[in-house]
T-cell receptor, first 111, second 114 residues
């Protein structure tokens, strides 16, 4: 059974800092890995999808890396802004398009 | 990407009653899923909604409690039956996009059971 751990659980930083959010998973037989953002009381917004054959994916100030063999993914956020404040969720995809979610990293970026 | 809507967006219900949540997608999709997010927790998969056949439920979830319908490739419903306060959660549907297996989520239904 896939288990996902995200570190840190919470993070509070001043605006402008570069951030690193970590995700580890126990079953390396994944097809893809997806990072999501969730604002309080809202649904999930897909940020990045990394296919198992890829090592990283970039979108704007976001860069996600994947080391499938070691069961790790990292989300880098450059030049953080208050609008980045949200919970970030990592979810590897296993067979049948099944996602397993980590507990998330709750990010607060202070002006 | 896929645009997903859910109804209702929120509801407050009395224990012992049932609520049906609707999920509508703007394009035909093969795979649809229902998730639950309990307060302060991450998401847990309830079931895969299969078109033309019964839903496939994850461990800990049963059809009598969470019946699911999938009448076509753009629509699904999840019913939360005989509700108790422990069912208070956000319920989300998701779909698999046409390319690369990316999943998209609806805005969620916030359910409070009193």
């Amino acid at each position: 059974k896939q288990e996902v751990t995200q570190i840190p659980a919470a993070l509070s930083v001043p605006e402008g800092e570069n951030l690193v959010l970590n995700c580890s998973f126990t079953d390396s037989a994944i097809y893809n890995l997806q990072w999501f953002r969730q604002d309080p009381g809202k649904g999930l917004t897909s940020l990045l999808l990394i296919q198992s054959s890829q090592r990283e994916q970039t979108s704007g100030r976001l860069n996600a890396s994947l080391d499938k063999s070691s069961g790790r993914s990292t989300l880098y956020i450059a030049a953080s802004q208050p609008g980045d404040s949200a919970t970030y969720l990592c979810a590897p995809h296993n067979a049948g398009n099944m996602l397993t979610f980590g507990g998330g990293t709750r990010l607060m970026v202070k002006p | 990407s896929a645009v997903i809507s859910q109804k209702p967006s929120r509801d407050i219900c009395q224990r012992g009653t049932s609520l049906t949540i609707q999920c509508q997608v703007d394009s035909q999709v093969t795979m649809m899923f229902w998730y639950r997010q309990q307060p302060g927790q991450s998401l847990t998969l309830i079931a895969t909604a299969n078109q033309g056949s019964e839903a496939t439920y994850e461990s800990g979830f049963v059809i009598d409690k969470f019946p699911i319908s999938r009448p076509n490739l753009t629509f699904s419903t999840l019913t939360v039956s005989n509700m108790s306060p422990e069912d208070s959660s956000i319920y989300l549907c998701s779909v698999v996009g046409a390319t690369q297996g990316e999943q998209y989520f609806g805005p969620g239904t916030r359910l409070t059971v009193t």
